[in-house]
């Protein structure tokens, strides 16, 4: 039988929800069916050593590796490979980013409109393509990659401005599919565009449950002898993960002398001045910061409790990581969080300031018996959802 030939596009494969759903749907396909290639724009991250040995990672975009180059280096390509239209292209979004203040999806729009012209396409046909994140991936497979069928990843919720909308929806109605990764996702997007209601359709980030407690049991986690409560959050250092609340639910915790540490993974635009904060408001031997892990699962499984203080997600994949490890969770409200979390039952689900996410953490802690009801819960709640694979197979059409 002759394979299907399948194309992956993200940014990359760094530690994140999106970036830990696709290497485990890579994980699961029947590769005596489907020859898969996976494309990055960026390179050298955590998450690639997971990929499955059958899947082809193809080589960096031309672009790609010039912009990895330092300034000087990249004068030297204009010099002696005539890469000027690269260095053009590299200067003009520095400056457009640089004298305005955009949102992602602005900057999104922004890269591709300047660098487009200097991506080459890729010159293989594919039976079915697809973007497995907004912005860039999703301009790319479709100005970029011949397919019979091209289908978009929509993994976050957002309500983009009018521009953003406009831009976005000439490639939308391009393709043939596009899947939101939850229900509320589903409504969220379909808000800013009605129109594409008939090719919209759910299928949840796929998680499984043996690969995460396999992963539990390698390595090592924490490396201090830390005797009290562990508490662990795992998200980018940026706004969307609300660590601003974080903060002050941990210095509410400190300022009633719970003997507690909270641990964070993650990086992002917002490290710096989350490592001030916690100067400032004198957290240091209690607020963190462990920076990315490529198998954070032992982190996972020997803390306390999970929190997540997120204004928005498209599902929330660490939470569904600590339940799978049976740790009980506390979370703030955003749109998709009862998606997983019944509130009372498999964790906590309050109100996003600090007050209410410190009260319920000291509810956990003060309050043995709910704790072990939640984590009761926990082990008998169904886990994962591998079967999720077999919605995937009906998507592209096996």
Request: aromatic fraction near 12%; hydrophobic fraction near 40%; proline fraction near 3%.
């Amino acid at each position: 039988m002759k394979k299907k030939k399948l194309l992956f596009v993200i940014d990359s494969l760094d530690i994140a929800g999106a970036e830990k759903s696709l290497v485990t749907l890579l994980r699961l396909l029947d590769y005596t069916k489907y020859s898969v290639d996976l494309q990055l724009f960026s390179y050298g991250n955590k998450l690639e050593k997971l990929i499955p040995k059958e899947v082809n990672l193809l080589e960096p975009l031309k672009y790609t590796k010039y912009s990895k180059l330092n300034f000087k280096n990249s004068l030297k390509q204009v010099i002696f490979k005539g890469k000027l239209n690269m260095l053009i292209a590299r200067i003009s979004y520095s400056i457009k980013i640089r004298i305005g203040k955009y949102s992602n999806p602005q900057k999104a729009i922004i890269y591709w409109k300047k660098i487009t012209s200097v991506i080459e396409k890729n010159p293989k046909k594919y039976d079915i393509a697809i973007s497995y994140a907004q912005g860039v991936p999703t301009y790319y497979v479709i100005d970029k990659i011949k397919a019979n069928k091209k289908i978009a990843w929509v993994n976050v919720t957002f309500n983009p401005d009018k521009n953003v909308r406009e831009f976005q929806a000439k490639y939308y109605n391009l393709y043939h599919q596009i899947v939101a990764v939850s229900d509320t996702t589903k409504e969220v997007f379909l808000d800013s565009f009605p129109d594409y209601k008939e090719k919209v359709t759910i299928l949840y980030d796929i998680n499984n449950p043996d690969f995460i407690s396999k992963m539990a049991e390698i390595g090592n986690g924490y490396e201090d002898d830390f005797d009290g409560i562990r508490i662990l959050t795992v998200g980018r250092l940026a706004h969307q993960k609300g660590y601003d609340v974080a903060l002050e639910a941990c210095k509410l915790l400190k300022d009633e002398g719970i003997h507690f540490r909270w641990y964070v993974l993650g990086k992002g635009p917002l490290q710096t001045e989350i490592e001030q904060s916690i100067q400032t408001m004198g957290l240091a031997e209690h607020f963190k910061l462990l920076g990315v892990k490529a198998n954070p699962y032992p982190y996972f499984k020997n803390a306390d409790i999970y929190v997540q203080t997120s204004r928005f997600e498209g599902f929330g994949l660490a939470i569904a990581e600590a339940r799978m490890l049976d740790i009980p969770v506390v979370t703030t409200k955003f749109d998709a969080v009862y998606n997983q979390m019944k509130h009372g039952k498999n964790g906590l689900v309050v109100d996003r300031n600090g007050t209410a996410v410190s009260e319920s953490i000291k509810k956990l802690i003060h309050d043995p018996q709910l704790k072990e009801n939640i984590i009761d819960y926990l082990q008998t709640e169904k886990k994962g959802n591998k079967e999720e694979i077999q919605r995937f197979y009906e998507l592209i059409g096996v």
